[in-house]
């Protein structure tokens, strides 16, 4: 397989998003935290780049995504966005940087303009609205990650699937809808049953981006580490390592493009029915 992909570029904005959602054409997206894994995933034609807080457990080695800093993330972000040239760049809000709709303006801002970042994702639910809300109408595209929020590892009592019980599940389904109107352009929806992540996809209009979650999102998200079966401890349920049969990374991040867009990814071991 090449390197290097000879196919025009047209760059992945919103707009191409909603119109893959339409066709049903699966979106792809990987996490990456510099600019050797950005042009990897660029050449295999992946359509997001997210780079996330995780890079606090798979860069930095710490337990959680809570130390990560606006600063961190920046540098981070400035190194994807270097060898960015076609995928749709998103970066994830730090903990707490995003507490009131003034900090987090000031914060995306930062995010967007000395890091290059071209949308911002930030964690919560319909608490949320406000500052998703105060983002939007300044022109700043936010993705809203719901279900499993890493960030309150604390609060949520570990990493659990999300909404097993029928109040769970329908607080899910209303924060969805609820940030969709406050102005989120793109939901990301972790660990949760697959009976919740089908109402979110039915029941609002922008893409869902899944992972453990379900097949019917629109498209699919994982961090880069764990496909390729390098996960620091124990790779969760949702994850599948496409080095197992590949023959270089390149061919791994193929595979996995490949499989999100067949629909061979997620099977049925990698979703949550209960
Ligand atoms: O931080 C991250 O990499 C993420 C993904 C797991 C979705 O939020």
Avoid at 121 to 148: F, M, T, W, Y
Wanted: one cysteine or more.
């Amino acid at each position: 397989m090449s390197t290097y992909s000879d196919k025009p570029l047209t760059a992945v904005t919103l707009n191409t998003l909603a119109k893959m959602k339409k066709s049903g054409e699966k979106i792809a997206c990987l996490t990456a935290y510099d600019a050797t894994f950005t042009a990897v995933l660029e050449a295999a034609d992946i359509e997001v780049i997210l780079v996330g807080d995780s890079l606090g457990m798979v860069i930095q080695g710490v337990a959680t995504t809570l130390p990560v800093t606006v600063d961190e993330m920046i540098y981070h972000c400035r190194c994807v966005a270097r060898a960015r040239k076609r995928a749709l760049l998103i970066a994830d809000m730090p903990f707490m940087s995003y507490s009131s709709p003034a900090q987090a303006l000031e914060n995306a801002a930062r995010l967007m303009k000395e890091g290059g970042a071209q949308m911002v994702k930030l964690e919560g639910g319909g608490d949320q609205s406000e500052v998703v809300r105060a983002l939007a109408r300044n022109g700043i595209p936010v993705c809203a990650h719901l279900g499993l929020r890493p960030q309150s590892f604390y609060k949520m009592g570990g990493y659990r699937v999300q909404g097993r019980d029928a109040a769970a599940a329908q607080s899910i389904v209303d924060d969805a809808q609820a940030l969709q109107l406050a102005g989120a352009d793109l939901l990301l929806l972790e660990c949760v049953t697959t009976a919740v992540a089908e109402t979110v996809v039915a029941t609002t209009e922008v893409p869902v981006i899944g992972i453990g979650a379900a097949s019917s999102c629109a498209g699919q998200v994982l961090v880069l580490h764990d496909i390729l079966g390098i996960t620091p401890g124990k790779r969760p349920r949702f994850c599948k390592d496409f080095m197992l049969g590949a023959d270089s990374i390149q061919g791994a991040v193929e595979r996995y493009v490949a499989a999100v867009k067949s629909g061979a990814f997620p099977a049925a071991e990698h979703t949550f029915c209960t």
